[in-house]
Nanobody, 113 residues
Framework: VLLVESGGGLVQPGGSLRPSCEAS????????MNWFRQAPGKGREFVAS??????????ADSVKGRFAISRDNASTKNTVYLQMGSLKPEDTAVYYC?????WGQGTQVTVSS
C-alpha cells in the first residue's frame, strides 16, 4: 500500500484547507485511516481517524469542532480527506496520513498572516 498526501499549503489564520490522502496498491477491502501532524521541533501527534466504513471518527482535543474527516470508498482506492477550518498558527505542521502501519510522505500546512 502506498499513501500519498496532497492539498496542503499556506493559509491565513481563520482560513480553511482540505488535504487528502490516497491509498493505492493492495487495497483489497477498506481499512481505517488516520492523520497525524508534526510541528517544527515537536513530536508527531495524532489529529484524527476514521474507520473502514466511515461511520466512526475520532479527533484530538486540539482540533475538535474545527476539523472534520471523511472518506471516499466508492472507487478502488481508499481516499481520506481532512477538512480543516478556523485554522490557527499552531496548526502549522507537516500532516501525515497513516494506515496499516504505513506512512505517507506528508504535506506541509502553514498558517500565517
Amino acid at each position: 500500500v502506498l499513501l500519498v498526501e496532497s492539498g496542503g499549503g499556506l493559509v491565513q489564520p481563520g482560513g480553511s484547507l482540505r488535504p487528502s490522502c490516497e491509498a493505492s496498491g493492495a487495497t483489497s477491502g477498506n481499512f481505517g485511516m488516520n492523520w497525524f501532524r508534526q510541528a517544527p521541533g515537536k513530536g508527531r501527534e495524532f489529529v484524527a481517524s476514521i474507520n473502514a466504513n466511515g461511520a466512526t471518527t475520532l479527533f484530538a482535543d486540539s482540533v475538535k469542532g474545527r476539523f472534520a474527516i471523511s472518506r471516499d470508498n466508492a472507487s478502488t482506492k481508499n481516499t481520506v480527506y481532512l477538512q480543516m477550518g478556523s485554522l490557527k498558527p499552531e496548526d502549522t505542521a507537516v500532516y501525515y496520513c497513516n494506515a496499516r502501519g504505513l506512512w505517507g510522505q506528508g504535506t506541509q500546512v502553514t498558517v500565517s498572516s
